[in-house]
């Protein structure tokens, strides 16, 4: 039976990396899994897995998603209410949060409780935005995740500082520790760009596309 996996289009500027890294994840699983890139929430709803893409200003970001009728109800029955599995990628795990606080205080789908705050590195090497790659550290429970360190691939200038760190799947290190990754029941949510780190990255949604929370 084929699993059906609904990449969410509301005009991500990462969407196509993240659709053609899905797409060849996919068929390097073997699985019979459709990668769906929409913004239909008739297939949303029904989907058998969501990934949430993200890149640019927090508000910006959910405000387009807003503007996709039905989108975020949909994305509600599907996940919270069904529970498929869900990985939301860069600002699509920050639009996970409680609220983020840039460019003023915008709510979240407060999946996972917690603030989007810029990124306040405790030295001056430690540039914002943050760009390129760093070292992953996985936290023992990193469920569908985990496993080696492993470095990935980041362009960003906030991060979610989640209200509880039992939901914090991984940490990294810019001059002070932030959360590079979030799981909670079929929630998860990695602050990098898997589509763009290479083996690693790779694997991480492969790990995703066979999770079965």
Not at 11 to 31: I, K, P, Y
Not at 175 to 199: C, I, M, Y
Request: proline fraction near 6%; charged fraction near 20%; aromatic fraction near 8%.
């Amino acid at each position: 039976m084929t699993r059906v996996v609904a990449l969410i289009d509301y005009g991500s500027g990462n969407l196509r990396s993240a659709e053609n890294a899905l797409r060849r994840v996919a068929a390097d699983v073997g699985s019979s899994i459709e990668i769906a890139t929409t913004d239909d929430p008739a297939l949303i709803a029904k989907a058998d897995a969501v990934v949430l893409p993200g890149v640019g200003a927090f508000a910006a970001c959910r405000a387009a998603l807003m503007a996709r009728d039905g989108v975020t109800e949909a994305l509600g029955e599907a996940v919270r209410v069904r529970g498929a599995p869900f990985l939301g990628i860069c600002v699509g795990m920050q639009l996970m949060a409680t609220r983020g606080l840039e460019f003023g205080e915008t709510p979240g789908l407060d999946w996972i409780a917690g603030d989007v705050e810029r990124l306040s590195p405790s030295t001056p090497r430690a540039k914002v935005p943050h760009v390129g790659w760093n070292t992953v550290e996985w936290t023992p429970d990193a469920a569908p995740f985990g496993g080696a360190p492993a470095d990935m691939y980041f362009t960003h200038s906030f991060a979610l500082q989640t209200l509880d760190d039992v939901d914090v799947a991984a940490w990294t290190d810019h001059g002070g520790w932030f959360a590079a990754a979030v799981t909670r029941d079929n929630l998860a949510g990695v602050q990098f760009h898997p589509e763009k780190s290479q083996a690693a990255g790779l694997a991480l949604l492969a790990s995703f596309l066979e999770w079965r929370p």
